[in-house]
């Protein structure tokens, strides 16, 4: 029985032809358009402008967000408290009535 051969591709790379590197070097370079360095800056400013809206926005809504579930906190403890206190009057005004 025959074991099967696997290609020299398969796990290890070939050796490239240095005319042919250079040929795919040369075809990579010409499918990416050339910007000029005045619209590469212009373009990192506008994204960079983005990042940092984005970023202060997110920022800014999870202060908010965390205003906000602070007030929730003071409230659910006042709530607790009250109900508390109502346990608390409700026991004494029991205790009174028994006597």
């Given amino acids: 029985m025959n074991a099967p051969t696997s290609s020299p591709a398969a796990g ?3 050796p490239l032809d240095p005319d042919v590197g250079a040929e795919i070097s040369k075809l990579v370079e010409q499918s990416i358009p050339q910007l000029p360095p005045h619209q590469l800056r212009a373009d ?3 994204i ?3 990042v940092a ?3 202060a926005n997110s920022i800014d809504g999870l202060e908010g967000l965390t205003s906000e579930l602070q007030e929730l906190q003071k409230f ?3 709530e ?3 109900r508390t206190a109502a346990r608390s009057h409700r026991r004494a ?3 009174l009535h028994r006597w």
Avoid: P, Y
Wanted: without cysteine.
């Fill in 12 to 14: 290890k790379s070939v």
């Fill in 44 to 46: 990192a400013e506008r």
């Fill in 93 to 95: 005004a029991d205790a």
């Fill in 53 to 55: 809206r984005l970023t």
């Fill in 48 to 50: 960079r402008s983005s």
């Fill in 80 to 82: 607790d408290g009250s």
């Fill in 76 to 78: 659910l403890r006042s």
